[in-house]
């Protein structure tokens, strides 16, 4: 099993286990992370509000910009202030996506 393929059945079984029903996935549009939590089915695992939140960067720079604009926009969320609106300090907008 791959790291990202992991990774992503981790998230799903700690979901189940903990009962959670929202989740937040911050990560970089092309990251084969974010193909990984794509293709879980985050229903079974009882998440009614499965979101992918990934920067989106434009104009290049985007190994800086993408994870400074992923913490940033973790640190949102944990505070209740992500939206699909959000924009980081250095202008990175974000695409909310549901799974």
Same mark, same amino acid.
């Given at each position: 099993?791959? *790291? *990202?393929?992991?990774?992503?059945?981790?998230?799903?079984?700690?979901?189940?286990?903990? !009962?959670?029903?929202?989740? /937040?996935?911050?990560?970089? =549009?092309?990251?084969?992370?974010? =193909?990984?939590?794509?293709?879980?089915?985050? !229903?079974?695992?009882?998440?009614? @509000?499965? /979101?992918?939140? %990934? *920067? /989106?960067? %434009?104009? !290049? !720079?985007?190994? =800086? =910009?993408? *994870?400074?604009?992923?913490?940033?926009?973790? +640190?949102?969320?944990?505070?209740?202030?992500? %939206?699909? @609106?959000? +924009?980081? /300090?250095?202008?990175?907008?974000?695409?909310?996506?549901?799974?």
């Amino acid at each position: 099993m791959e *790291p *990202p393929e992991l990774i992503g059945k981790i998230l799903f079984s700690y979901a189940q286990r903990h !009962g959670l029903n929202h989740l /937040r996935a911050i990560f970089a =549009k092309t990251s084969s992370y974010r =193909k990984a939590v794509e293709k879980l089915p985050w !229903g079974e695992a009882g998440i009614h @509000d499965a /979101r992918l939140v %990934t *920067p /989106r960067i %434009t104009g !290049g !720079g985007a190994q =800086k =910009k993408s *994870p400074r604009a992923q913490a940033e926009a973790f +640190c949102a969320a944990l505070n209740g202030e992500l %939206t699909s @609106d959000w +924009c980081s /300090r250095s202008g990175v907008h974000i695409d909310v996506i549901a799974l």
